[in-house]
């Protein structure tokens, strides 16, 4: 199978709630809204789309009703995590079934395994399904570290296409592409470093900011493809105070707040995530009248 390549601006899609249950509503009028604006693909149920506090039933719900909504019109990466391997790979053999377009898989966060443990958790989502596979390095979360290395090892894998890149090493993507020769997608994870990653060798973002300004998002994804870094420097100075208040507190409060600021959907999320402050709301606020309002 030739490698499938994902490049471009692409949302950690919120998974938006209303009263406790899923806003299904919300959810589909939150896609058609992101490809008007020019968002590259979507990514439900992944870190943003708080995947560890929704139903396996939910999950799966959302991946169905997000995969229908697109119809086929940009790609979507279905949120396929666990640290349980028969969970993951139930969640991607479920997206791969109702046509999704790829998978992100996290690493074995709490179990803390090996190197090889990773390598064979992934190669067994792998092995038992047909659907191309984003590999989802976030240390901070996850507790373990795919090293360049096993990053290899894994792209050697037919439908391992990609990595979203969240260690927060700028070096993490030049000492992959080291040891990668095949083509592969380099999703930053990040938003804040987004443009400095893209200079370096990367392909795309996949982005929280995205779920309130896709527009811009895209435009500045946009410049990084065309090599112009000095436009995406601008599109990323305009962002940066967004960036900063989205995650001045737990993800993803900030940036369901933002979304309630322009009708998008309710700033509900589940516990152990709260709401946002009232100090951040004003300060979300802010940024929202000075360059989210353009975006509606």
């Known amino acids: 199978m030739q490698k499938l390549q994902f490049s471009g601006s692409y949302v950690a899609l919120v998974t938006p709630f209303k009263n406790g249950e899923l806003d299904e509503d919300a959810l589909r009028h939150l896609v058609d809204w992101h490809i008007s604006n020019g968002t590259d693909g979507l990514v439900p149920v992944g870190t943003t789309g708080e995947s560890s506090t929704v139903t396996a039933e939910e999950h799966k719900q959302v991946v169905e009703i997000v995969v229908k909504m697109v119809a086929g019109r940009i ?14 790979l139930d969640f991607a053999q479920h997206a791969q079934s109702v046509g999704a377009d790829g998978v992100l898989c996290v690493a074995g966060y709490y179990n803390r395994p090996s190197q090889e443990g990773l390598y064979q958790h992934f190669k067994l989502i792998h092995d038992k399904t047909d659907i191309p596979i984003i590999i989802y390095n976030i240390p901070p979360r996850a507790v373990v570290d795919i090293t360049p290395e096993t990053m290899a090892r894994l792209a050697g894998l037919p439908r391992v296409v990609g990595v979203k890149d969240a260690t927060g090493d700028l070096t993490r993507i030049s000492q992959e592409r080291l040891l990668i020769k095949e083509p592969f997608c380099y999703f930053s994870g990040d938003d804040m470093t987004a443009v400095a990653y893209n200079a370096l060798g990367g392909t795309g973002c996949i982005s929280v900011t995205a779920n309130v300004l896709p527009r811009l998002s895209s435009a500045l994804q946009d410049a990084c493809l065309s ?64 360059i989210g309002k353009a975006e509606c």
């Open 75 to 88: 790609p979507v990466i279905a949120g396929a995590g666990s640290n349980n391997p028969v969970e993951a």
């Open 227 to 290: 090599q112009d870094y000095s436009r995406a420097l601008e599109y990323h100075d305009q962002l940066l105070p967004v960036h900063l208040a989205l995650f001045e507190e737990p993800n993803p409060s900030g940036v369901k707040f933002a979304m309630s600021c322009l009708g998008l959907c309710d700033d509900e999320v589940r516990l152990p995530i709260l709401g946002v402050s009232e100090h951040l709301k004003s300060k979300i606020r802010q940024c929202i009248d000075e």
